[in-house]
């Protein structure tokens, strides 16, 4: 029953978008961790979404789906976290416990404004994957009542 | 003669399962509203009702042998296009979340409205069966 893909479409997505919205809530617990070394400063992490083909899925109609790429496809998956490449704060401060020897201190490049913008479209997105859920739900359940009073 | 189910019921089964699956096709697109050089999709309802009534009229072609392919459902399959982008996007997606939005609850009524004249259908026929 193909109703029943959605569900699975529609978790996929929510499952995708929590883990967009743990990266940001760790990249904003960790927005102030200063370090010694720029080796051992946290880095903005970032997760990189990837579509799922049905023929990942149905590996019996691979030969089909993969000749005519016709499959509407099955959601979303997370690739793989990344971490920003972008430049670290250096900050001078001699009298941080963590200063090294030159007086200085590494923060982390997570840019908290950026995070927040994140986070808002990733609540949204959660939200309406929660929607299309409901929507299919419900579509099922009239379903059920077909033939009855 | 006996009464096939198919035919009693008419267009809207068929009808019904499109709605199902563009409903299917747009989930995806919205669940894939954030994944980079994702392109959205849709399927071409009407070109879909058209083989389905083809296939009601007699027109699909009949399998003789079990690994035949089902032509009506391979025609259907090929109706799935990409959207038009309205607008370009720095991640090569072509997904815009409000109007796949709307056009999912849109096919939700619609779907409504299948079920509505199926389950009509159905009850005709209950009707006839108990012969009240």
Do not use: C, W
Not at chain 1, 17 to 23: G, V
Not at chain 1, 34 to 59: C, E, G, H, W
Not at chain 1, 69 to 92: H, K, N, Y
């Amino acid at each position: 029953m193909s109703l029943g893909n959605i569900f699975d479409i529609a978790g996929s997505g929510m499952t995708a978008q929590s883990l967009r919205l743990n990266t940001t809530a760790s990249n904003i617990a960790n927005a102030e961790t200063a370090s010694s070394s720029i080796d051992q400063t946290y880095r903005a992490r970032k997760p990189v979404f990837a579509a799922i083909q049905q023929s990942m899925l149905n590996p019996q109609q691979q030969g089909m789906a993969l000749a005519n790429d016709q499959g509407p496809g099955t959601g979303v998956r997370v690739e793989g976290i990344v971490e920003s490449d972008a430049e670290l704060q250096m900050r001078f401060q001699p009298d941080h416990p963590a200063a090294n020897e030159d007086g200085y201190v590494f923060y982390p490049n997570v840019n908290v404004v950026e995070e927040m913008a994140d986070m808002m479209s990733s609540s949204r997105s959660f939200q309406m994957n929660v929607d299309i859920m409901n929507s299919a739900k419900s579509m099922m359940q009239r379903i059920l009542t077909l033939g009855q009073q | 003669m006996p009464i096939s189910l198919d035919g009693a019921l008419g267009i809207h089964q068929p009808a019904l399962e499109a709605r199902i699956k563009r409903a299917e096709v747009l989930a995806n697109n919205l669940a894939n509203a954030d994944t980079p050089n994702y392109k959205a999709r849709d399927i071409d309802f009407g070109a879909m009702m058209q083989q389905a009534q083809q296939n009601l009229d007699g027109l699909a072609m009949e399998k003789t042998h079990d690994r035949h392919l089902d032509t009506g459902a391979m025609a259907a399959d090929s109706e799935l296009l990409y959207r038009v982008p309205h607008q370009p996007s720095v991640d090569g997606n072509t997904v815009d979340a409000q109007q796949e939005q709307s056009r999912f609850m849109r096919n939700a009524m619609e779907y409504q409205v299948s079920f509505q004249f199926l389950n009509g259908k159905v009850t005709g026929l209950k009707k006839a069966i108990s012969g009240q």
